[in-house]
Nanobody, 120 residues
Framework: QVRLVESGGGLVQAGDSLRLSCAAS????????MGWYRQSPGKQRELVAT???????NYADSVKGRFTISRDNAENTVYLQMNSLKPEDTAVYYC??????????????WGQGTQVTVAS
């Protein structure tokens, strides 16, 4: 099993920055991709950014150029640096980890979520 604990959310003004952190514990040797998703009221959970164990990244178009995902494999932690925040970035942000169960088989783990609120 994998446990994910997020931190760093809060209330900020438009244009401000925040950094989210997500620390993984448990069966961390079997984690492949990690990332961040977010969910606003009345909307489906959507991808924000992901990063592979080798460091390759993927971003939603809405955050490209403003958000940066990074990963410290030694500390088993993934970060999301969010700059130039907009009110539409307001959401609960969830950390994600892809756990390798076996050959060709994975299982997703999720953190408890951290609220990010951007005031206009």
């Amino acid at each position: 099993q994998v446990r994910l604990v997020e931190s760093g959310g809060g209330l900020v003004q438009a244009g401000d920055s925040l950094r989210l952190s997500c620390a993984a514990s448990g069966s961390i040797f079997s984690i492949n991709d990690m990332g961040w998703y977010r969910q606003s009221p009345g909307k489906q959970r959507e991808l924000v950014a992901t990063i592979t164990s080798g460091g390759s990244t993927n971003y939603a178009d809405s955050v490209k150029g403003r958000f940066t995902i990074s990963r410290d494999n030694a500390e088993n932690t993934v970060y999301l640096q969010m700059n130039s925040l907009k009110p539409e970035d307001t959401a609960v942000y969830y950390c994600y980890a892809q756990h390798i169960v076996g050959p060709g088989s994975t299982y997703p783990y999720w953190g408890q979520g951290t609220q990010v609120t951007v005031a206009s």
